[in-house]
Structures are given as C-alpha cells and as structure tokens.
C-alpha cells in the first residue's frame, strides 16, 4: 500500500503544475519492480529516505539510471524499462502540466523526453537548497510554499509567462475528452496549421501531439482499472473512445510492454490509499 497526500500549487503556478504530492512506502526488505511506462507529464522526485536502486533498459538489459535525492522524469513515448526499489520510501514530488516544466524554466522538454536526469545536472546547487529546506519542513503545506518559491522565482525569469497560449488550450482539451482525437482538428482550434501546430507542441510538450492524444488515452484507462478494478477492459476501452478492446491492448503493449492484465498485475503498489486527495 503506498500512502499519498496531495495539494495544489499557489494560484499563479496553477496553469503549470498539476499537484504536490507526498507518498511513502515499505518494500519490507524486497526487491521491487515498477515499469517505467509511456507518460504524458514531467515530475521532480525528492527523495527523503531511500532512493531508487536503478532502471534497467528493457531493450538492452544494461543499468542506465541509480538514484539521486532528486530525479526529473521527463515525458515518456514508450515502455522504457524497470526500476528496482528496495527500503522504506518517503518522497515529495512536483507533477507539472505536460507544458508546465518549458513555461516555468524555459528548457526544451525534448531534451528530457525518454530520460531521468538527476536535478542537480539542471540546476546546480540551488535544487539541494532547496532539497534541505523540504526535508527539515513539517508538513506537506510547508513543503508546498517552498516549492511555490522555488518555482514562482524561475517563472518570473521568463521572458513571457502567459499561459492562455494555443498549446496549453489544446493540452487542457486533449486531457478532458474521451472521444479518438484527430490531430488536424486540434490544429484548427489552435488556428495553426498543421505543420506549425506540430512543430510548436513538439516545442513546448516534448512529444508530437498525435502520439500525445494516445499516451493520454492509455493513463486514462489505466487509472480508471486502478480506481475502479471491478471494471471489464471491454468497458473501459469504450469509455476511454478506443475502436474496440483489441486496439486498446496494443496500446498497452507499446507504452507498457505488456498486455493490459498482465501490467497491473506486474504494477505494484496499485493500492494506494489517499490522505488529502484533490478533488480532481
């Protein structure tokens, strides 16, 4: 069972970060997996306690990450491989916006994309500051008013931090829709045109949209078999606009490398039970 609180960020990050969370966790002295699946959000992990152990390419079976204190997760366009956890784990972790991370610190997320790059290669010795002031904090509040420091400090760096832009329009549409999305149709609403429209999402998102709208489609279905187990995959794959149950298993394989039943039984720590939760 992993423990979860999670909060909101102030109200001028809120275009840009989804959520602070804190979560913990015992492995009771066992190795545990967890895959490293397709994503469409970047995080900042903290780690208090423990760190992970490492990742383990799926393709070439060779170590490609050990844990630091801090870790940022880039998007992930695929099935990427394992990672090993062993101890008792309690850490804080920023959720951004899938174009929150570009807005708040003006990085390609590109360059993140299919990586874990630990924070102090991206900022120096700032990130352990602030890593200091997170592990003497008490509470998850305090935790999230230094984090909005942090953040708001960077974000106002920034040459423009409007954020009722094209992209973060059509990022908030994917996100709320069901229905399949046809990418030429984003970039109308957008009233780009295609090949614009491509090249600024890839810009500020890190992944081309097409392969967004699917990435997005397979977290839905798979938090919903999560929040809701008792659910048939016939159910959910019509719930979350797929053609039929076989188109949603082949997404399953391409970002988690197994078959729908097979990955959530391979997922541990499924269970999660929420202290705070968010209304959303």
């Not at 399949?180 to 984003?186: A, I």
């Not at 081309?208 to 977290?219: A, D, G, M, Y």
């Not at 997404?251 to 039984?265: A, L």
Request: with cysteine; glycine share 4%; charged share 20%.
């Amino acid at each position: 069972m992993i423990t979860t609180s999670e909060i909101l960020p102030s109200s001028e990050l809120a275009p840009f970060v989804r959520c602070y969370s804190y979560l913990e966790f015992d492995t009771n002295g066992k190795n545990m997996e967890k895959p490293w699946r397709a994503a469409h959000e970047m995080t900042m992990v903290f780690f208090f306690k423990a760190k992970p152990i490492k990742l383990i390419d799926w393709q070439t079976e060779q170590i490609v990450k050990t844990g630091t204190y801090c870790d940022v997760t880039g998007l992930a366009t695929r099935y990427l491989g394992m990672a090993t956890f062993n101890g008792v784990y309690s850490f804080f972790e920023i959720c951004f916006k899938p174009n929150g991370f570009n807005k708040i610190f003006g990085l390609p997320p590109n360059s993140f994309t299919n990586h874990i790059i630990a924070a102090e290669d991206i900022f120096n010795k700032t990130i352990s500051y602030l890593f200091e002031q997170l592990c003497t904090a008490k509470n998850l509040s305090e935790r999230g008013l230094l984090t909005d420091t942090f953040l708001l400090g960077w974000l106002r760096k920034q040459k423009s931090s409007n954020h009722t832009d094209a992209i973060s329009f059509i990022i908030d549409l994917v996100l709320k829709r069901t229905e399949p999305t046809n990418v030429v149709q984003l970039a109308n609403y957008a009233n780009m045109g295609l090949r614009n429209f491509e090249r600024h999402f890839l810009e500020e998102v890190g992944m081309p949209p097409k392969l967004f709208c699917s990435v997005t489609r397979f977290n839905h279905a798979f938090e919903i078999k999560l929040k809701y187990p008792q659910k048939d995959w016939t159910s959910i794959a019509h719930e979350c606009g797929y053609f039929d149950q076989m188109h949603l298993v082949k997404d399953f394989k391409r970002f988690s490398g197994n078959s729908p039943v097979s990955f959530i039984k391979q997922t541990p720590l499924a269970e999660r039970e929420y202290i705070s939760p968010l209304g959303t």
